[in-house]
């Protein structure tokens, strides 16, 4: 019964962090929807909050290395870098950095510079790869 629960708790917990970050990426695509033309479709909304949710529900939650078979034997991690643990922090940064600056130039009303848009855009698109491709990384090696 615990590990069910547990399990449902895990899903939901995954869940919520999918819609936040399809939440982020529509924030961002609606900034950079206002400053490039070509990319005001729904198409575009729709691709950013799929990445957004593909991206945090892989990424902020990786297994550590080793969980599937238990702790590793002899201290095999220590002292070595966790490449997808590393991916995924860095890449949550960018991705929520990126949000936050979208939100906060949507309250606040400002008209950024082009190049302050295509910033937040590459922050952005960076932060939800590395998030994809590091939790991809820790599903694969368990």
Same mark, same amino acid.
């Given at each position: 019964?615990?590990?069910? &629960?547990?399990?449902? %708790? ?17 924030? &961002?695509?609606?900034? /950079?929807?206002?400053?490039?033309? &070509?990319?005001?479709?729904? =198409? ?11 991206? @945090?529900?892989?990424? *902020? ?5 080793? %969980?599937?078979?238990?702790? =590793? ?18 890449? $949550?940064?960018?991705?929520? @950095? ?6 906060? &130039? #949507? ?12 910033? *937040?855009?590459?922050?952005? /698109?960076?932060? #939800?790869?590395?998030? #994809?491709? =590091?939790? $991809? #990384? ?5």
């Amino acid at each position: 019964m615990q590990t069910r &629960v547990r399990k449902v %708790a895990h899903v939901l917990e995954r869940l919520g962090l999918a819609m936040a970050g399809a939440a982020s990426g529509l924030f &961002v695509a609606a900034l /950079v929807g206002t400053s490039y033309a &070509v990319l005001t479709s729904q =198409a575009f909304l729709l691709l950013m909050m799929t990445g957004g949710a593909v991206g @945090f529900y892989l990424g *902020i939650d990786t297994p550590p290395p080793g %969980a599937a078979n238990g702790p =590793a034997k002899d201290g095999a991690w220590v002292g070595k870098i966790d490449a997808p643990e590393l991916l995924s922090a860095v890449g $949550t940064f960018l991705a929520a @950095f990126s949000a936050f600056a979208c939100v906060g &130039v #949507i309250v606040l009303r400002h008209d950024p510079h082009l190049a302050w848009t295509s910033m *937040i855009m590459a922050g952005w /698109v960076i932060g #939800i790869t590395m998030q #994809i491709v =590091a939790g $991809t #990384i820790a599903r694969l090696r368990r």
